[in-house]
């Protein structure tokens, strides 16, 4: 089954303590983003990576960090968490074939700092 | 820069009844524009999209979207809706050509009404 896998889905953590929310597609996509989902300000992209070892900043990438080692992985990194970042995350990707739209989105990781 | 409006913020409608949610855009440049659901708890999923020729677009589950390059809008409709409609929905755009970022509305709650 054709899908985009995030994990955890829900996380509690204190503020200051790194962590990594993990995104595997099994697609074969090479697009890939990261966005976060607050209310009443929809959705807005963090990072986007158009390849392996291709990553660059959307509109909110402050806090934030990414890599993009493998094709199939998009891990997203807080590395001192803070309480502004309590938000809804959400993986996406996409594949030049179906350049024109961000076809697969994950479940989504509901994130609360403390 | 491009931008997306999503007037209303909820719409309650009753079951059955026909149902538009608006969506303006801006752009100095051709855009494509998209249409999202996303259900209760769920990752956002693709309705419908515009990228060219008739401006009259169907989507999934009896969604249609009319392009209005004049008054820059991209309105969802439906004749009917059934309570399994209720859900937040987001219109999309990104320019045209290429990987682009795409842009998000904040969103449009309907709530179908039994």
């Known amino acids: 089954e054709a899908q985009v896998t995030q994990n955890p889905r829900y996380l509690i953590t204190v503020t200051g303590k790194k962590l990594t929310v993990t995104c595997s597609q099994n697609m074969n996509h090479e697009y890939m983003s990261w966005y976060r989902q607050d209310p009443g300000l929809g959705l807005r992209q963090i990072y986007y990576?158009?390849?392996?070892?291709?990553?660059d900043k959307g509109d909110v990438p402050e806090g934030y960090k990414v890599s993009r080692k493998e094709k199939r992985n998009f891990p997203l990194i807080l590395e001192s968490p803070s309480p502004n970042q309590t938000s809804l995350y959400f993986c996406?990707?996409?594949?030049?074939?179906?350049?024109?739209?961000?076809?697969?989105f994950g479940q989504g990781t509901r994130l609360t700092v403390v | 820069a491009q931008s997306v409006t999503q007037l209303d913020s909820q719409v309650p409608v009753f079951e059955e009844a026909p149902v538009e949610l608006r969506c303006n855009y801006s752009s100095s440049v051709s855009v494509y524009l998209f249409w999202y659901v996303q259900y209760p708890n769920q990752g956002l999923q693709l309705l419908l999209k515009y990228l060219s020729g008739s401006t009259l677009v169907k989507g999934i589950n009896g969604f249609e979207a009319e392009f209005n390059k004049s008054q820059t809008s991209f309105h969802l409709r439906k004749p009917s809706v059934h309570i399994s409609d209720t859900a937040e929905y987001f219109c999309a755009v990104r320019k045209s050509g290429g990987y682009q970022k795409v842009t998000f509305g904040t969103g449009t709650k309907l709530q179908v009404i039994p």
């Open positions: 990576s158009m390849n392996v070892e291709v990553t």
């Open positions: 996406a990707s996409s594949s030049p074939g179906q350049m024109n739209t961000e076809a697969f």
